[in-house]
């Protein structure tokens, strides 16, 4: 043991203990050096709190409370006397326990073990849409009561007795039995009778039979004979079989007429749709909208005059100008619609030209206005060039005809108000 007797204060200062702010403790932990100023990386405070920054050592640590705020690795044996507090315990080996493990909620993977005992009541999950999965063997040594339905996929081997009210199937088990019981007394003693004095009088035929083919040629005869008879049904059943098979041919054949005929009715009364080409002779009368649509070039031809009662109207269409271009498709419609841009020039350009229609379209112009140029296929009068109403909001409208797929000629109505 060291001592500082004797020594001077050169040869002793270097050993001695101190905080390193060179003060003396208070509340906050302070770092221990020595005389030189080397750490010790152990902290202390007037309270007895003690931190290191490294490990500690001791064949004894009594405490009356211990707070890990981070990890204890521990290589040997832990003794707890009292309870151990933890939001959280992670064991990485074994966990053997010579107590009662009580815990609210335990997840296990697997649960393996020779034998396991649950004294008491038990339940097993929480809710009736639970499943639970047993693989293997269950043998049960008291009873089993079920709540429910129980599906089984392969067999049921009963080794004892079945007790029931009633089955499916078969109703109430005792009312049944009672039935089943009196009619094997019924097969026991008046049906059994019966069928013993009808074999006693078959037995008594066979006798009378035996008695009159006592010879071997009278049997062949008999069976000659029956042969014969055989035979002749079987001819008989064939000339049937043919007259049958006749008559089902000529059933068809008039069910094939019938069809026809109430097809040929039907095409004289009602239009029936069909695919392909139709050609209607005389004069064909529709009650209600006709509906056409195809992908040819002409949906509706008609060859003649046609008259209408009613008015006849085209859809009118909404013309987009995309990089100052309204594009006018004049294979879509009859009517079309162009609001100009403000302070923009649209060009005009009108497609897909046939000879004989005949076209309108509306110009509106908004509150800032546009104005619009066209190609030289669209022919006006000489001196009554197409321009645009400059007046806000004003619309003009423009009448085309065609006479061939490379011009049209147009005049207009300015300033409709």
Do not use: C, W
Not at 251 to 279: D, E, M, R, V, W
Not at 310 to 315: A, D, I, K, M, T
């Amino acid at each position: 043991m060291s001592s500082l007797n004797n020594l001077y204060i050169s040869q002793s200062y270097q050993g001695l203990l101190h905080f390193g702010t060179n003060q003396t403790a208070s509340a906050t932990l302070g770092i221990i050096e020595d005389g030189l100023g080397n750490s010790l990386g152990l902290y202390l405070n007037n309270s007895g709190d003690l931190k290191t920054t490294t490990s500690i050592s001791s064949s004894l640590i009594e405490t009356t409370k211990l707070v890990v705020k981070n990890k204890i690795e521990l290589t040997g044996s832990v003794d707890i006397l009292g309870s151990v507090t933890a939001s959280n315990a992670y064991i990485t080996n074994n966990l053997i326990v010579s107590g009662t493990i009580s815990a609210y909620q335990i997840n296990t993977t697997i649960e393996s073990s020779s034998v396991i005992f649950s004294s008491g009541s038990n339940i097993l999950g929480d809710a009736t849409n639970d499943t639970q999965t047993l693989n293997g063997t269950i043998i049960m040594s008291g009873s089993s009561q079920l709540t429910g339905s129980m599906g089984i996929s392969a067999n049921l081997n009963v080794l004892g007795n079945i007790s029931s009210s009633t089955l499916s199937g078969v109703g109430n088990v005792t009312a049944y039995s009672a039935s089943v019981n009196g009619r094997l007394v019924y097969l026991e003693q008046p049906f059994s009778q019966s069928v013993n004095q009808q074999l006693i009088s078959l037995e008594v035929y066979t006798a009378s039979l035996n008695v009159n083919f006592v010879t071997s040629a009278s049997f062949n005869a008999y069976t000659a004979s029956t042969n014969a008879d055989l035979n002749s049904i079987h001819q008989t059943t064939a000339s049937l079989n043919n007259t049958t098979a006749s008559l089902n041919a000529y059933t068809q054949s008039n069910n094939t007429n019938i069809s026809n005929l109430s097809a040929s009715i039907a095409t004289k009364f009602t239009y029936t749709p069909t695919t392909g080409s139709n050609a209607f002779v005389g004069d064909q009368f529709i009650t209600g909208a006709v509906f056409i649509s195809s992908s040819a070039v002409n949906d509706f031809n008609v060859i003649g005059g046609s008259i209408f009662s009613g008015s006849v109207r085209g859809q009118v269409i909404t013309l987009n100008v995309v990089s100052q271009t309204a594009s006018m498709d004049l294979s879509l419609g009859n009517f079309f619609s162009l609001t100009l841009p403000t302070s923009s020039v649209t060009y005009l350009n009108p497609t897909n030209i046939q000879p004989g229609e005949t076209v309108q379209l509306l110009v509106k112009q908004q509150a800032t206005t546009g104005s619009i140029t066209y190609p030289n296929t669209l022919l006006f009068a000489t001196g009554s060039a197409y321009s645009a109403s400059v007046n806000p909001n004003a619309q003009d409208i423009l009448s085309f005809v065609t006479f061939t797929t490379s011009s049209i000629y147009a005049v207009s109505i300015k300033n409709l108000v």
